[in-house]
């Protein structure tokens, strides 16, 4: 099944509503219906979905939101091997090959999700904005220190994942505080266009992960081109770990990281530099495509400058 949360008309003015994709139509449930309550029994509510819709809306007149608007917690893994090793030298850290001891993660900005052709607004004082191309899980039931040969029945869906990166303020916060990332990864992320259940996936099943194409792609241009398999951490073993001694609640997100050739950071190190693969700019489109998902895409635009705070330091604003 694929689900959507699209933006409806309610009685009070526009509202999100919940449907079910089919054959390029959204069977939308009755108003007040949320994704987020129903990720424990998603079959039972498509039964419903086909059976008695409220309406019946074509995907193409509608305008999709993050599936999941607001999820309780968002965990940015970094799982793909290929990427955080030319990720982590980009940004001045070392390597260590603890990275294949366990899974990482940070906590990103749940309150600031953008979705289908929505504008993302890259703050004003960045000159090396990028994409980064992932996938994520969204959890339905919930859990605590979770068994990782048990965890994927916890999985509700999955969906696509942009990790919008700040490259030069996130560089410059973590050589002066190592503690992770700041306001480089702040301003807001991506998720979409529709969550789509472990079922429609398990034919592709391939080491870690699932043999399934990452493209990426800046105003027509092909950028990125991965593949979902080469993750080293599994999504169950993500699971797993966020899980110890903490519980999962329905509607966090669970993100791998960003594919190899995932970003342009990435890629200006290892594909022809910067002149090949420009920092992104106001006016630029950004599109993730991935197999059996569907694309994300979002325009680039340029926020507010920002205000400047004192640095107690030296008594000068920065």
């Known amino acids: 099944m694929k689900w959507a949360t699209y933006r409806g008309q309610g009685e009070g003015g526009p509202i999100d509503r919940v449907g079910l994709l089919v ?3 959204l069977f939308g449930l009755e108003p007040g219906s949320q994704l987020i309550d129903l990720l424990g029994d998603l079959e039972a509510a498509g039964e419903r979905a086909r059976r008695a819709p ?9 305008r999709l939101r993050p599936p999941i608007p607001r999820p309780p917690a968002i965990r940015d893994f970094s799982s793909f091997h290929a990427h955080h090793r030319a990720g982590i030298e980009a940004v001045g850290q070392k390597w260590d090959d603890a990275w294949f001891e366990l899974p990482f993660f ?7 999700l953008l979705g289908d052709q929505d504008v993302f607004f890259m703050p004003a004082n960045s000159r090396q904005m990028d994409y980064e191309l992932e996938m994520c899980a969204v959890i339905g039931r919930e859990g605590i220190d979770i068994d990782p040969d048990d965890a994927e029945r916890h999985i509700a869906g999955y969906t696509i994942f942009n990790d919008w990166s700040a490259r030069d303020l ?4 973590m050589a002066r505080a190592p503690v992770g990332p700041g306001k480089g990864k702040d301003t807001a992320n991506s998720m979409g266009p529709f969550l789509v259940t472990p079922d429609e996936l398990e034919d592709r099943r391939k080491d870690n ?3 399934l194409g990452m493209k990426a792609y800046v105003n027509g241009k092909l950028y990125s081109d991965g593949d979902w398999s080469t993750v080293y951490w599994s999504m ?9 001694n903490t519980r999962l609640v329905p509607g966090d ?4 990281g960003t594919v190899g050739t995932g970003c342009i950071l990435e890629l200006s190190l290892t594909r022809g530099g910067a002149d090949a693969y420009p920092w992104l700019q106001g006016g630029d489109e950004v599109t993730l495509e991935v197999e059996r998902i569907g694309r994300l895409t979002n325009r680039v635009s340029v ?4 205000r400047p705070i004192r640095d107690r330091i030296n008594g000068s604003r920065v």
């Open 236 to 244: 169950a073993e993500h699971i797993a770990y966020a899980s110890r």
């Open 209 to 211: 992960g699932f043999a």
């Open 303 to 306: 926020g507010e400058p920002p």
């Open 170 to 173: 996130q560089r410059d916060e």
């Open 54 to 62: 409220f309406e019946v809306r074509p995907l193409s007149e509608v």
């Open 23 to 25: 054959d390029e139509q």
């Open 106 to 112: 940070y906590f990103s900005n749940p309150n600031s």
């Open 253 to 256: 997100v669970l993100c791998t």
